[in-house]
């Protein structure tokens, strides 16, 4: 991946279990045009309240990140230690704090060991000569069991510019305008007009479409820096390589987002809920939500039981405009129901191969409209109930 | 229990597993004032239609419900059997079909076998001079590992009265406006205004403060008789005898809500979720069910793990008014969380003994005005996810 002006490092700073880096760094050799979003729950980690204030300047050059501790429920003492890391860095590396980004993840309520994180922080401004975004995709994990990235490339007036992106999911996803933790660099040279019209579309196709578990964390951030290094003739509003642009930007979130859903915690299958025919977009992204949060909707795509009777329940319950008689389902292209009843023949059988891939489509039409949704999700298996009975331990 | 005039039976009918009793009457020996609530969700059961049509006149003498089938998404051919089995009853019984309520509970999608059904009525019937109303509570048992009963007597101008009730639970529990399955008898002479205004406030203070999986069924339903055999005073509107009532109700309909709870899938938890000092009782039933809800927090709860944040998260995420600094927290009398921040000193230790307890208290206060509500809700334990993998085979 060659992406022009971007500089990497990861350490261990002892915020986690020993033996695994927990703090990195991204650092844009020029400030870059930036935009980000941030979880909408009301109880929002310090890092969030201070890269929210950030962002507003419409410039990032650096970001700094830490895994192991959320930062979220500490009150004015998790302010004060994420002021004074952006200070650090800032300081170090001859930069505006203002241009600083923070963010944080891991355990809700428990102060950041303030002085491990600090006295990390020299050796991390060093790392910047030897590190790659790969170090810091594998510092930012928490269940996660491996790391999420994606890059593509484009052109814009006969030049190169490349977008890729690193995320962190496992639990606590239900993103509501933003992720839990997702960084996209870009070196292309890019209007911010275009950056953020780009940025907050894909989000919502993205991000914004996946839940694993329902739960909408207090650390959510996705946060984009263009640094034009490329130097590719700046990409304009309305020209089609602000469609170009927008379009790569678009597949390189859905990829992480999708590589999310399938590390969700405890997840043995990745399936996308396509919901179409509804009254509006709104409607069909409800019923298609109510569907992938449904407890016993997932209990049963982890136990391959094709009890399409829960998916209808699901949708009857999401507060949507249904008409039960018009419902048909699908799973993958075997028909399972019509007309809200059960679809007889082999459909039974048919559809419980279906549900034995590791991955596949349910679709849902309401026979109303022409409204339509996609997200994905993940089962709900015993390793998921492991996993989060266990957390702190 | 000494109840006065009404009659019970519960036989096989071989709808479920053999061995089972499946198909129960409780039937009223003088018509009886009765009312009902009936799931929200859009996709009702063919029972749920036909119940909620009938109920419209204010007065049922007999109920048939059977378990091991909802008789849900089976369109026209599942309300036929519907009505072909109220149809039967009624004409045994020598009553009008109008006043016969239906009730199913089971799996969603399967067509009723009606001939089996039809033809277990005439021994239905007979089964009237010697049955109980436990018989009745055991038939339609599903996932339930008990049956859920609960009486309690009163007084009207000297004459006792007595209000007793069963329901069945298990899974697919958030009711909205009903419960899964639950019918209430009285033989108290009441008058209607005075029954309806008591049973929906009992309704709601108890079943519509449950969830166990956040699933709303299609076949939630809750219907109370008056038969006014017990021969008091009749209970007129404003006097302290509606009073009583009221409060009799109420104990009846919580005593079954949480035996719901208690026996819900795979629960090995009892949790009460108390939110108090939001800005209104409807942002406090919100957030309330948010953390009962929420598949983090219940997981928490099965691992014993005093893990608060988690309950702050989805507080945040509840969609209400909330200032995080002003949050506080406690698992029984132990604050684990003041001001938004961990409470110190040995909260953690006392909380995880709490959390080791099979029933505790979560209190949220907010410390925004008055609002307050109290849901009841279970833990999400390796067992409900294997009772769902599982569910139909």
């Known amino acids: 991946m060659d992406i022009k002006g971007f500089q990497f490092s990861a350490v261990e700073a002892a915020i986690k279990k020993p033996g695994r880096k927990d703090l990195a760094l991204i650092f844009s050799e020029v400030p870059a045009a930036a935009c980000a979003v941030f979880t909408t729950n009301a109880v929002k980690a310090a890092p969030v309240l201070l890269s929210a204030e950030h962002i507003t300047s419409g410039t990032a050059q650096a970001l700094v990140v830490n895994s192991g501790n959320a930062n979220a429920c500490t009150g004015e003492q998790g302010m004060v230690v994420a002021r004074d890391t952006v200070r650090l860095v800032a300081e170090k590396l001859g930069i505006s704090d203002k241009t600083v980004q923070v963010s944080s993840t891991g355990v809700i ?3 950041m060991p303030t002085e491990r994180l600090l006295d990390a922080i020299p050796g991390l401004i060093e790392g910047l000569s030897s590190g790659t975004l790969d170090d810091v995709a594998e510092a930012i994990m928490t269940t996660d069991t491996f790391p ?5 490339s484009g052109q814009a007036g006969g030049i190169s510019y490349t977008v890729a992106g690193i995320a ?8 509501n305008m933003a992720t839990m933790l997702s ?6 040279s890019v209007e911010p007009a275009v950056l953020e019209k780009a940025f907050r579309r894909a989000v919502d196709t993205s991000f914004n479409a996946i839940t694993v578990d329902g739960d909408t ?6 946060l984009i820096m ?3 290094m490329a130097e590719n003739p700046v990409i304009s509003n309305g020209s089609p390589e602000a469609h170009d642009f927008e379009q790569l930007l678009n597949n390189v979130l859905l990829s992480l987002a999708k590589q999310i859903v399938k590390d969700g915690e405890g997840a043995t299958k990745f399936v996308e809920v396509r919901l179409t025919g509804a009254a509006s977009d709104a409607d069909a992204k409800r019923a298609a939500m109510a569907i992938a949060n ?3 909707v997932k209990t049963a795509f982890f136990g391959q039981d094709a009890n399409w009777g829960r998916i209808f329940a699901a949708v009857g319950y999401s507060g949507i405009e249904v008409d039960q008689s018009r419902l048909s389902l699908q799973f993958d292209d075997v028909c399972m129901a ?4 059960f679809a007889g023949g082999d459909a039974e059988a048919r559809g419980t191969e279906v549900l034995r891939k590791k991955e596949f489509t349910v679709t849902v039409d309401l026979g109303l409209g022409s409204g339509r949704a996609t997200v994905y999700t993940s089962d709900l298996s015993h390793e998921y109930v492991s996993i989060n009975a266990d957390y702190r331990t």
């Open 183 to 188: 960084f996209i660099i870009t070196d292309a």
């Open 294 to 296: 449904s407890s016993l």
């Open 226 to 228: 263009a640094n034009g």
């Open 109 to 111: 309520g428990v102060q």
């Open 148 to 152: 999420k990235m994606e890059a593509r």
């Open 168 to 175: 962190k999911g496992a639990g606590m996803i239900m993103p």
């Open 217 to 222: 964390s207090t650390n959510d951030t996705c």
């Open 338 to 341: 019509r007309n809200g009843v």
